[in-house]
């Protein structure tokens, strides 16, 4: 069984360019299930694989990824098997006008 979560544009809605230090994403997966995140910067469209997690024994994870200084992204996750997301949190900064 193949699935997917797509989120929309994080944008701080700041004029300078943000950074973001840490996306944290809490998810659970079955046996044999696995995901893999993606990251689209600034309405590219262009995804970039950023991390994928497999298990055998059912579990959970903490996925910490560190996205590049954007005006916005889009995260992706694509999953097979069953899994579970329970939260995605992120810290952010607001940087400078130039990128």
């Not at 929309?8 to 046996?31: M, W």
């Not at 996750?77 to 995605?88: D, Q």
Request: include cysteine.
């Amino acid at each position: 069984m193949a699935s997917l979560a797509e989120f929309g544009d994080f944008t701080e809605n700041d004029p300078n360019v943000d950074g973001v230090t840490k996306l944290q994403i809490r998810v659970a997966l079955d046996a044999g299930a696995e995901i893999s995140v993606y990251i689209a910067y600034d309405r590219s469209g262009a995804w970039q694989h950023v991390k994928s997690l497999t298990t055998t024994p059912a579990r959970s994870f903490y996925l910490a990824v560190v996205p590049r200084r954007c005006d916005s992204y889009r995260v992706r996750i694509v999953g097979s098997g069953g899994w579970r997301l329970y939260s995605l949190t992120r810290e952010s900064y607001s940087g400078s006008e130039l990128i």
